[in-house]
């Protein structure tokens, strides 16, 4: 019982991982832009070799230093854990660095220490990046373990510009005595104790360091750094007060949020958008030109002298992000693809994709889902002779989605290329079709109701609608494109088939 107490505070069970799967790619697209895995190897005071990864931007300025944020995971965690932060810091600019601590993870060591060792190559990662010119300011981000080892370093290290502290444990003995009455272990106090000093007697023996020493209460008032602190209200392994207390007793600028959830689960997005404004006041991230974090493959566009590139990068970046399917876990990391669509080739494909939100309109798309060359008499026939087969058989096409977009929502709707049958086949939904078809009563109620003149009229008049708004959704592509490229105003031209160029 004793032996499984120990091995519970200095050797959880270890993750073992395979960083190629687990871990972001190498380079990897996330909201439009590119980034990089940086995987490096530092090695502690104790002389064990520490795996870390830096996720940054594929593009850097030589004379732009970005903030940077350690993320220190708990102690049956690693650098994985760091995927989440990931997503949530690199669009803000501000790079993430995360380090398997020793004895966690794919790193050195046997025993983990609940922080007292973790803060030293804690201290390692933040030396590393302090040599880093393109590194300005450092924050810490901890949870569990990695909350405790981020105090006390922090109580040691007054230039790390701010920490997001969650779940922390007050200090190691207290919780320890607090576990046994959560478990309802049906011991004697007195029995408790002195179970507890033999487990004191064995850590320090094995993992070198004594439980008593490990108290953040008595650091916190003397700990002046902006501190964000989190922890979940149905917490029964590290219970709420423990944050409280910390809070209550810590000495600079902090705030706390509270959140439904035990210790493992998955934090609100809620948290997440706290801790990212805390880490834009508190890090201050510059603005990276748009035109250095993407490299596009411009084709045969020419861009001319007069050219907006903000506008005309938002554009395209909206464009490729359609093209996305971004996120957030762990493993879903590995499933990103790099967008090497050319700029020509994705305003192409926009431009000639519009949303019919028509019934029984599919057959007005030809195999490409564009508009097929049919005049209003074709279409007249066709129509009536799709009517009968449809009146015994009901079919649904999918609907456009619009969200993709992000800010560039008003150029249209777009494809996210996935090709029929694939394994992307679940999110159809953001293939631009025909928008689902009537019910079979509806169309038979339509069939028996509308006169055959009538029913010419209102094709003819819904013929006239599709070119009318392919046409605006047209000249809104070609607006923006002509205030991106400085292009004189000028008619567009129609060719035969109705495409426009």
Excluded at 68 to 75: D, K, M, R, T
Excluded at 321 to 341: E, I, L, P, V
Excluded at 347 to 365: G, M, P, T, V, W
Excluded at 392 to 417: H, K, M
């Amino acid at each position: 019982m004793i032996e499984q107490f120990v091995n519970f505070v200095i050797r959880p069970p270890r993750s073992e991982y395979n960083p190629d799967q687990y871990l972001w790619e190498t380079e990897f697209m996330l909201a439009g832009r590119r980034y990089k895995r940086l995987d490096l190897e530092l090695t502690n005071a104790r002389g064990h070799t520490l795996k870390c990864s830096h996720y940054v931007p594929a593009f850097i300025p030589e004379t732009t230093a970005l903030p940077c944020v350690i993320y220190c995971h708990g102690n049956s965690g690693c650098r994985a854990d760091a995927n989440e932060a990931a997503v949530i810091l690199l669009p803000s600019n501000i790079t993430v660095f995360t380090l398997d601590f020793s004895g966690s993870g794919l790193s050195d060591g046997d025993y983990v220490s609940l922080g007292w060792h973790e803060k030293e190559d804690l201290k390692c990662a933040v030396s590393f990046l302090r040599t880093n010119k393109q590194v300005s300011r450092i924050g810490v981000w901890g949870r569990s373990m990695g909350a405790v080892t981020s105090l006390l370093y922090g109580a040691e290290d007054p230039s790390i510009a701010g920490m997001v502290l969650d779940s922390a444990f007050t200090n190691l003995y207290g919780l320890m005595l607090e576990l046994v009455d959560v478990y309802k272990i049906r011991v004697p106090k007195f029995t408790v104790k002195m179970a507890l000093q033999y487990m004191r007697r064995t850590i320090q023996k094995r993992a070198k360091f004594d439980i008593m020493d490990l108290n953040v209460v008595k650091l916190a008032p003397k700990t002046f750094i902006p501190a964000l602190f989190g922890h979940g209200l149905n917490d029964m392994f590290i219970q709420p007060h423990h944050c409280d207390r910390i809070h209550e007793a810590y000495g600079g600028d902090k705030s706390i949020v509270k959140f439904e959830g035990d210790h493992n689960s998955p934090r609100p997005q809620s948290y997440y958008d706290s801790v990212s404004i805390f880490f834009y006041n508190t890090l201050r991230p510059p603005q990276l030109p748009a035109s250095g974090s993407n490299k596009l493959h411009m084709g045969a566009l020419k861009v001319g002298t007069m050219t907006n590139e903000s506008l005309f990068f938002e554009i395209i970046n909206g464009l490729r992000a359609a093209r996305t399917d971004a996120g957030s876990s762990s493993t879903d990391a590995h499933g990103f693809q790099n967008a090497t669509t050319s700029v020509v080739e994705l305003l192409s494909e926009s431009a000639n994709q519009l949303s019919i939100k028509n019934d029984n309109l599919d057959f007005l798309l030809d195999e490409n889902h564009n508009l097929s060359g049919m005049d209003g008499g074709s279409v007249g026939q066709h129509l009536q002779d799709k009517t009968s087969r449809h009146n015994e058989e009901s079919c649904s096409y999918t609907s456009s989605n619009r969200e993709s977009w992000g800010r560039c929502s008003s150029l249209g709707a777009a494809s996210d290329g996935s090709p029929p049958g694939g394994t992307n086949d679940k999110h159809e939904n953001m293939t631009v079709k025909a928008l689902a078809t009537p019910l079979r009563h509806e169309q038979r109620k339509s069939t028996k109701s509308t006169p055959p003149k009538t029913k010419e009229k209102k094709i003819h008049a819904l013929w006239k609608k599709l070119k009318r708004e392919r046409e605006e959704m047209g000249d809104s592509l070609s607006q923006r494109l002509r205030m991106c490229l400085g292009q004189s105003r000028h008619r567009r031209t129609q060719s035969s088939s109705g495409q426009r160029l």
